[in-house]
T-cell receptor, first 114, second 115 residues
Framework: DQQVKQNSPSLSVQEGRISILNCDYTNSMFDYFLWYKKYPAEGPTFLISISSIKDKNEDGRFTVFLNKSAKHLSLHIVPSQPGDSAVYFCAASDSTSGTYKYIFGTGTRLKVLA | ETGVTQSPTHLIKTRGQQVTLRCSSQSGHNTVSWYQQALGQGPQFIFQYYREEENGRGNFPPRFSGLQFPNYSSELNVNALELDDSALYLC??????????????FGPGTRLTVL
């Protein structure tokens, strides 16, 4: 049972345009969400997070939106740059579980075309 | 401030053998989590250590065990290796103060191949 789903395995976007990466979850107890970026042969790098008490969080070119009723979050990258080409993972955690483990999606490979 | 480091980078073992992977947490962090990432999948939680005590475990058999030392570095041990244990093993550290909203910072991983 996959509790966090990234249904698009890959996405291609032109440089300068917006990249939108999507993530759906099934567990209504999740209350903290994160996005990580991963380059080959490196560990995941933290990008941005959002608590369930918010519906939007911005950090520079990156914005995460959370729709709790739809159990959906998205990451917007504006403008997209070739260096953004990587695999993006969304992750979620449930603070009531007593363990601060992250449940990850399977990732979306973003390719930004110059 | 040094980030999370892991050793070794790569490792090749045969079925039935045992392996120990090591992780040094980021300066100031007292919590270490271990994840397994199989090819084409997202990382899967193995277990977490907070101040030298196990603080939760994922759906992994007992042959996966861990340890955290007083300096908050950590080891992951896997006994009786199986072919399916071939994966990237990731260590992540956090400061254990903000609870659920702690952000975990990952090391570069150890690539384990079991033949």
């Amino acid at each position: 049972d996959q509790q966090v789903k990234q249904n698009s395995p890959s996405l291609s976007v032109q440089e300068g345009r917006i990249s939108i990466l999507n993530c759906d979850y099934t567990n209504s107890m999740f209350d903290y969400f994160l996005w990580y970026k991963k380059y080959p042969a490196e560990g995941p790098t933290f990008l941005i997070s959002i608590s369930s008490i918010k519906d939007k969080n911005e950090d520079g070119r990156f914005t995460v939106f959370l729709n709790k009723s739809a159990k959906h979050l998205s990451l917007h990258i504006v403008p997209s740059q070739p260096g953004d080409s990587a695999v993006y993972f969304c992750a979620a955690s449930d603070s009531t579980s007593g363990t601060y483990k992250y449940i990850f999606g399977t990732g979306t490979r973003l390719k930004v075309l110059a | 401030e040094t980030g999370v480091t892991q050793s070794p980078t790569h490792l090749i073992k045969t079925r039935g053998q045992q392996v120990t992977l090591r992780c040094s947490s980021q300066s100031g962090h007292n919590t270490v989590s271990w994840y397994q990432q199989a090819l084409g999948q997202g990382p899967q939680f193995i277990f977490q250590y907070y101040r030298e005590e196990e603080n939760g475990r994922g759906n992994f058999p007992p042959r996966f065990s861990g340890l955290q030392f007083p300096n908050y570095s950590s080891e992951l041990n896997v006994n009786a290796l199986e072919l399916d244990d071939s994966a990237l093993y990731l260590c992540a550290s956090s400061n254990g103060l903000a609870g659920n909203t702690d952000t975990q910072y990952f090391g570069p991983g150890t690539r384990l191949t079991v033949l």
